[in-house]
């Protein structure tokens, strides 16, 4: 797409107010639309009455464990760069528990395992959840019963969850028994990867024989480094515990870079979200740095094309800030923040075409309610300049 010829740099330069105002709202957009940030969980409803955690809470601090249910002499364990903490428990079930600590020491998941199992008809809560839930796993739990003509003891996994956080729930099916919930999985959703409940290490204390779980990734690799550094910098970047940390974020996604991913697309990721990290740090140079790094992975990804274009604007080379938004919209052309972002960087130095945009935008999210507040925005935008034009 051809840019319509602009007016001279200077003229933005000069008005400092305009510039300001642009700024302002590049940077919002950057630090939510603009950074790709995950969507929210789809995952049906996740209501229970199954209490798991007790004084256990995800995104709790270990300190803050010390001072209530993390006792000295417990089991702990190296976990790659974090801690795991091992807990049995007797009463009111028996169990084994697993609180797992990140390289910051908060809490990122909680695996219960629950050998004998636990009867639904206890928790009718979660009984009704679980049955609106489709199956996301089955597997069997000892296929050597196969082997002896047996019909083998089985598992389905239910996947359900919340804004940032996934629940597991594994069921346990014998032959002429009621299903049995033999495992609970709460994790940050960055994390799940890492903290499958289906691996040999949950289900070997269910004591099967032969398991058929997911193989466990091993805790001392560079690329387990790596993917819990990038899971420890989405959960800083993204606000997972209600705040967001981008000097936290900068440190793991450098660190996850370091240690090297395997799969480009998500080293490509791992440098934007470094980018979006400097950003949200004030640091525009080196954020375009870690974003032209990323583009030289993945040169074709709209949403890297859009925060290239924030940061470009940022450092105040508006021409190559719209033509890094019009490349995104080449690649998406309904990708509605970058729509907005290019109107914005029209605003000064060519109205005309900001109104067009902003009314394109207005058509593209007519129908979306998550965008209300930005619509808002965009028509007192074109308010503005409209009566800008008339005087």
Not at 47 to 65: H, S
Not at 209 to 237: C, D, N, V
Not at 355 to 369: G, R
């Amino acid at each position: 797409m051809t840019a319509t010829p602009i007016q001279p740099l200077q003229r933005l330069r000069a008005n400092s107010g305009i510039w300001k105002s642009l700024a302002g709202i590049l940077c919002v957009c950057s630090l939510t639309h603009c950074a790709a940030t995950p969507p929210p969980s789809s995952l049906p409803p996740s209501a229970t009455d199954l209490n798991l955690l007790g004084q256990i809470a995800l995104c709790q601090t270990k300190a803050e464990a010390r001072k209530s249910w993390l006792k000295p002499g417990g089991q702990e364990t190296p976990w790659g760069n974090g801690t795991e903490h091992f807990q049995e428990i007797v009463l009111p079930n028996h169990q084994g528990q697993w609180v797992v600590f990140n390289e910051d020491e908060t809490v990122v998941g909680v695996i219960t395992v629950f050998p004998d199992g636990l009867p639904l008809d206890d928790y009718p809560t979660l009984r009704q959840t679980i049955s609106q839930l489709p199956p996301a796993r089955e597997f069997y739990l000892t296929s050597s019963q196969l082997l002896e003509g047996q019909i083998p003891d089985s598992a389905t996994l239910y996947r359900t969850g919340k804004s940032t956080t996934t629940h597991q729930y594994y069921l346990r099916h014998r032959s002429k028994q009621d299903d049995r919930l033999i495992m609970a999985v709460f994790v940050l959703d960055p994390y799940e990867s890492l903290l499958d409940g289906s691996q040999p290490k949950f289900l070997s204390y269910l004591d099967v024989s032969s398991s058929t779980g997911t193989p466990a990734p091993s805790t001392t690799s560079q690329e387990f480094f790596a993917l819990q550094q990038f899971a420890r910098g989405e959960i800083a970047l993204f606000a997972s515990c209600g705040h967001k940390q981008p000097d936290i974020a900068q440190d793991a996604y450098q660190k996850a870079i370091q240690y090297g991913l395997s799969d480009p697309k998500q080293l490509a990721a791992a440098h934007h979200r470094l980018g979006l990290s400097f950003i949200q740090l004030g640091n525009f140079p080196a954020a375009k740095t870690a974003i032209e790094n990323a583009m030289a992975i993945q040169p074709h990804a709209s949403n890297i094309l859009n925060s290239y274009g924030t940061v470009l604007v940022h450092l105040k080379n508006i021409p190559a800030g719209i033509q890094a938004y019009e490349q995104a919209l080449a690649l998406q052309p309904a990708y509605t923040q970058a729509r907005f972002n290019l109107a914005a960087a029209f605003e000064s130095i060519n109205p005309k075409r900001a109104i067009q945009e902003y009314e394109t935008f207005l058509v593209l999210v007519e129908d979306n309610p998550d965008e209300a507040a930005q619509a808002a925005l965009a028509k007192a935008k074109i308010q503005t300049l409209e009566g800008g034009r008339s005087r």
